[in-house]
């Protein structure tokens, strides 16, 4: 499945998540403390992934939710709307201090804190956002 980078673009703009584009083939999210969201499209449509730079968490297809026969799916669209209302939220593993891994879960369906180990803290929080850009002709809220 190939992104449509420039939509996410147009989505991020308009729901106010600061994105950019790298390149032909990436847009990043910033998500806020150190968190880079990006979709990258390859040659191969199998090849595409969505992942936070630096870490080794990423997805190829929808974004999965749960398990156990509960859960939702998610677009990469979906996703990208639910980061902002808080459904979806960003969870890191810090060791001694230092983020070791950032990946997505969902507010309903998540099971990350039974595999906690000694040392180890798992942060929960909201994307950081700005306010949406307004639409030419559109009157401002006040």
Known sequence: MRYDLPLICELCDEIGLPVRLLGDDCAELDLGQGALLQFQNAEDDKDCLAGFFGTPWHTHDNFLFGGHGYGVELDYLDLVVALTDGRILICE??????????????????????????????????????????????????
Request: no cysteine.
């Open 93 to 142: 593993q810090r060791v001694n201090g230092q983020t070791m891994d950032r990946w997505l879960i969902h507010n309903k369906y998540n099971d990350e804190f039974k595999y906690l180990e000694v040392g180890e803290e798992i942060i929960v929080r909201r994307a950081t956002i700005r306010a949406p850009k307004e639409t030419p002709g559109t009157p401002s809220p006040g």
